[in-house]
């Protein structure tokens, strides 16, 4: 049984344009998928459509086999638990403390009322400790470099224990060695976990060394499902211009 399926996922704001136009993608575990295509292409909002973070206007989304499309209140917050979201801008609060960051990951399991256990505080270290932050627990995360801030994403993700991560653009904003280094974390976060990874890039380098298969979306569609390597010059030409040269 495959782990998601997407199919024919339409959505769009306004009623008329469809930001995304009838995509279909398939996942099975330990899957690295890579997004490639422009900014506008519908990479961000076939991410959070998966996470239900906004409603599709057509089509379904299955996971283990059940449609997640009408789900709600509990069964909603349940779906949620398994699929963590790294997005481009990090979305800490940035006047707070790193552990704090890293332990709101566990508010799909419990309210902030209820205060964290010892099992979501020994977690937590345990994280921080795997994207070599366990030295930086105390520190407030608006002094962290902008390659810091997205470890401590990346490890209030894996608070929630996931069997997906949605990483939304989670390199943009970083320089290309930053890039590469959290890259690395979601790689081996991938490999050693099993967890399965949806990553949307820019950087046909990034998709070729760490996915094993690519979905390139433009203007909303599916322009070429398949291999990382399979993208030649050409086929990168259709995704993104006839302008755009392969770095």
Avoid: W
Avoid at 99 to 106: A, E, F, H, Y
Avoid at 219 to 244: L, N
């Amino acid at each position: 049984m495959k782990q998601l399926e997407v199919k024919n996922l339409i959505k769009s704001y306004d009623g008329s344009y469809k930001a995304v136009n009838e995509i279909s993608l398939e996942l099975n575990r330990g899957d690295f998928i890579i997004l490639l295509g422009l900014s506008g292409s519908g990479k961000s909002t076939l991410l959070r459509c998966i996470n239900r973070l906004i409603e599709p206007t057509g089509g379904d989304i299955i996971y283990d086999g059940q449609s997640i499309i009408g789900l709600k209140g509990q069964d909603l917050r349940a779906y949620r638990r398994k699929i963590a979201m790294v997005f481009q801008q990090f979305n800490l609060v940035k006047n707070l403390s790193v552990m704090t960051n890293v332990l709101t990951g566990r508010l799909g399991y419990h309210s902030v009322a209820s205060g964290f256990n010892k099992h979501d505080l020994e977690l937590a270290e345990h994280n921080l400790q795997r994207v070599g932050l366990a030295d930086y627990s105390k520190r407030i995360v608006k002094q962290l470099s902008g390659g810091q801030q997205q470890r401590v994403a990346i490890a209030r993700a894996l608070m929630q224990e996931p069997e997906l991560i949605l990483a939304d653009e989670p390199v943009a904003s970083l320089d290309p060695a930053t890039a590469d280094s959290i890259m690395q974390y979601l790689g081996e976060i991938n490999r050693r976990d099993g967890i399965s990874v949806i990553c949307s890039l820019h950087f046909l380098s990034l998709a070729r060394r760490y996915g094993n298969r690519v979905y390139a979306l433009k203007d909303g569609i599916c322009a070429f499902e398949g291999q990382p390597a399979d993208i030649d010059e050409t086929r990168f030409k259709q995704i993104y211009g006839e302008d755009a040269q392969i770095i």
